[in-house]
């Protein structure tokens, strides 16, 4: 049974992967490069709870006890007694290779070491450990908001065992999520079929055919989605968009090449709510 998880990377992602973990009564350690990132990340996680309890998500008398059991670190040394680390740190081969040499250094010869990409080959991840551990790595893609959304895409590398694939998946269902098993391939399934529909979308905006607004509106009352492309987009970040697509891309050719409007938004900086501008804009 895993009691006590790792979550490297305190971003928008890794954070909420620690609070889901933690809701389901796990003893969690979430790291960063710096405290400051780490005092934000336990911030940003309060008012997740907050906002969760007014919209009855949550029970009020779940916050404190959530978060007292998450600590923070600056040190991966930290992680010696963790039975699962799922690393999220930015999306970059070279960034997460640094992490998982230090991973494999530390963790116990039976931790799970878990990948949350959304694009990269999880067997190309698995070379930056050694050839001992790699059965025990695996892919586990969350989506965001993790704390709303029920999936996650579990997917094995080429030399990860089916025991490790089982725990995963029940690791999952304890924190209150639906796995899905996906083959490993670029972009898994979820962003393959997404990121069709956005570059679609955009398209749409480029010929003049309907506004961003006018193409939200029609899939969430056409297709019967919970939040249009362009929402998302903003939700999402625009920039890690267009990173996807150029994965996508370099993969799978044409069908999957960004679109221009996209790179002239990020080159712009408009990318989303967080900067206060993207398809829509805001008030920061």
Same mark, same amino acid.
């Given at each position: 049974?895993?009691?006590?998880?790792?979550?490297?990377?305190?971003?928008?992602?890794?954070?909420?992967?620690?609070?889901?973990?933690?809701?389901?009564?796990?003893?969690?350690?979430?790291?960063?490069?710096?405290?400051?990132?780490?005092?934000?990340?336990?911030?940003?996680?309060e008012?997740?709870?907050?906002?969760?309890?007014?919209r009855?998500?949550?029970?009020?008398?779940?916050?404190?006890?959530?978060?007292?059991?998450?600590?923070?670190?600056?040190?991966?040394?930290?992680?010696?007694?963790?039975?699962l680390? #799922?690393e $999220?740190?930015?999306?970059?081969?070279?960034?997460?290779? &640094?992490?998982?040499? @230090?991973?494999? %250094? !530390? *963790?116990?010869?039976?931790?799970?070491?878990?990948?949350n990409?959304s694009?990269?080959?999880?067997?190309?991840?698995?070379?930056?450990?050694?050839?001992?551990?790699?059965?025990?790595?695996?892919?586990?893609?969350?989506?965001?908001?993790?704390s709303?959304?029920?999936?996650?895409?579990?997917?094995?590398?080429?030399?990860?065992?089916?025991q490790? #694939?089982? $725990?995963?998946?029940?690791?999952?269902?304890?924190?209150? &999520?639906?796995?899905? @098993?996906?083959? %490993? !391939? *670029?972009?898994?399934?979820?962003?393959?079929?997404?990121?069709?529909?956005?570059?679609?979308?955009?398209?749409?905006v480029?010929?003049?055919?309907?506004?961003?607004?006018?193409?939200?509106?029609?899939?969430?009352?056409?297709?019967?989605?919970p939040?249009?492309?362009?929402?998302?987009?903003?939700a999402?970040?625009?920039?890690?968009?267009?990173? #996807?697509?150029?994965?996508?891309?370099?993969?799978?050719?044409?069908r999957?090449?960004?679109?221009?409007?996209?790179?002239?938004?990020?080159?712009?900086?408009?990318?989303?709510?967080?900067?206060?501008r993207?398809?829509?804009?805001?008030?920061?």
């Amino acid at each position: 049974m895993v009691d006590k998880v790792g979550v490297v990377g305190a971003g928008l992602m890794g954070a909420e992967i620690a609070l889901v973990f933690a809701l389901a009564n796990k003893e969690v350690l979430l790291s960063d490069t710096s405290d400051d990132a780490l005092e934000r990340a336990i911030k940003n996680l309060e008012g997740v709870l907050q906002r969760g309890v007014g919209r009855g998500f949550f029970e009020a008398e779940q916050v404190e006890p959530t978060l007292s059991r998450i600590r923070t670190t600056t040190d991966l040394g930290s992680y010696s007694d963790r039975s699962l680390v #799922v690393e $999220a740190v930015f999306e970059d081969e070279a960034v997460k290779a &640094k992490v998982f040499r @230090k991973l494999d %250094d !530390v *963790v116990p010869a039976d931790c799970i070491i878990a990948s949350n990409t959304s694009s990269i080959s999880i067997t190309a991840l698995s070379s930056h450990l050694s050839p001992e551990r790699r059965g025990r790595f695996i892919g586990t893609h969350f989506f965001s908001p993790v704390s709303r959304m029920k999936l996650v895409e579990v997917i094995p590398a080429m030399d990860t065992t089916e025991q490790t #694939v089982e $725990a995963t998946l029940a690791i999952c269902r304890e924190a209150g &999520k639906t796995p899905i @098993k996906v083959k %490993d !391939v *670029v972009g898994f399934a979820v962003n393959r079929v997404l990121h069709a529909l956005v570059i679609e979308a955009i398209r749409l905006v480029e010929e003049g055919v309907a506004t961003p607004e006018d193409i939200d509106l029609a899939c969430r009352l056409g297709l019967g989605h919970p939040i249009g492309p362009f929402q998302l987009l903003d939700a999402t970040q625009n920039s890690l968009s267009l990173q #996807v697509q150029g994965i996508l891309n370099e993969a799978y050719g044409e069908r999957f090449k960004p679109r221009p409007l996209l790179k002239q938004m990020v080159q712009a900086g408009y990318n989303g709510k967080r900067a206060g501008r993207g398809w829509y804009k805001y008030d920061k």
